[in-house]
């Protein structure tokens, strides 16, 4: 079965780091750039962060810059975000997301939960 | 980069058709054939429901339909069923590696 698997949320404090995995299966994980995505509670989708199928390139949205690092393990078939120097404003379920077709996000996990709170 | 604006909420009866715009700049939806659709159930992760504006990937109704013009991408959603209660959200290449969502529409099947 083709999924997609996060793991690693919780509750965190402010100024507090967090690493996410995402293990993948069913596809040829090392072909496909991965993003990350979240949605805080009640609220839209947010992009985050994309790597390449390599690693090679990295990018990331303004909000996290210099805070999150994503990265990837082939061998592995699992996709990771550290999340360091934790803000309240980053609580939020995240999404990862497989990279389709003229940029699209053509699978996603269910998500896990990030709550950053003192 | 600022979210692409969508209705907050959009509604029909079941048979009709509903159409959820999403506008953008020439930035991100104007400048690029890379928009795309998702349906989101509550507690669930989201699902691609149209890439590069038209396109329907492998499993999903033809019911479901998008269009572009200008800064503008449309969904509309034709014969209307139940199960298409939903969120829904539009998303567009931003360009610089960069991607953009929507703010979401809520869909009301009457």
């Known amino acids: 079965e083709v999924q997609l698997v996060e793991s690693g949320g919780g509750l965190v404090q402010p100024g507090g780091s967090l690493r996410l995995s995402c293990a993948a299966s069913?596809?040829?994980?090392?072909?496909?750039?991965m993003h990350w995505v979240r949605q805080a509670p009640g609220k839209g989708l947010v992009w985050v962060s994309r790597?390449?199928?390599?690693?090679?390139?990295?990018s990331y949205a303004d909000s996290v810059k210099g805070r999150f690092t994503i990265s990837r393990d082939n061998a592995k078939n699992t996709l990771y975000l550290q999340m360091n120097s934790l803000r309240v404003e980053d609580t939020a379920v995240y999404y990862c997301?497989?990279?389709?077709?003229?940029?699209?996000?053509?699978?996603w996990g269910q998500g896990t939960m990030v709550i950053v709170s003192s | 980069q600022s979210a692409l604006t969508q209705p907050p909420s959009a509604s029909g009866s079941p048979g009709q058709s509903v159409t959820i715009s999403c506008t953008g700049t020439?930035?991100?939806?104007?400048?690029?054939?890379?928009v795309s659709w998702y349906q989101q159930y509550p507690g669930k992760g989201p699902k691609l429901m149209i890439y590069?504006?038209?396109k329907r990937p492998s499993g999903v109704p033809d019911r479901f339909s998008g269009s572009k013009s200008g800064n503008t991408a449309s969904l509309t959603v034709s014969g209307l069923q139940a199960e298409d209660e939903s969120d829904y959200y539009c998303?567009?290449?931003?360009?610089?590696?960069?991607?953009?969502f929507g703010t979401g529409t809520k869909v009301t099947v009457l």
């Open positions: 998303s567009s290449y931003a360009g610089s590696s960069n991607h953009v």
């Open positions: 997301a497989r990279g389709g077709y003229a940029a699209a996000f053509d699978m």
């Open positions: 020439s930035s991100d939806v104007g400048g690029y054939n890379y």
């Open positions: 790597t390449n199928s390599d690693e090679g390139t990295t």
């Open positions: 590069e504006v038209t």
């Open positions: 069913g596809f040829t994980f090392s072909t496909y750039w």
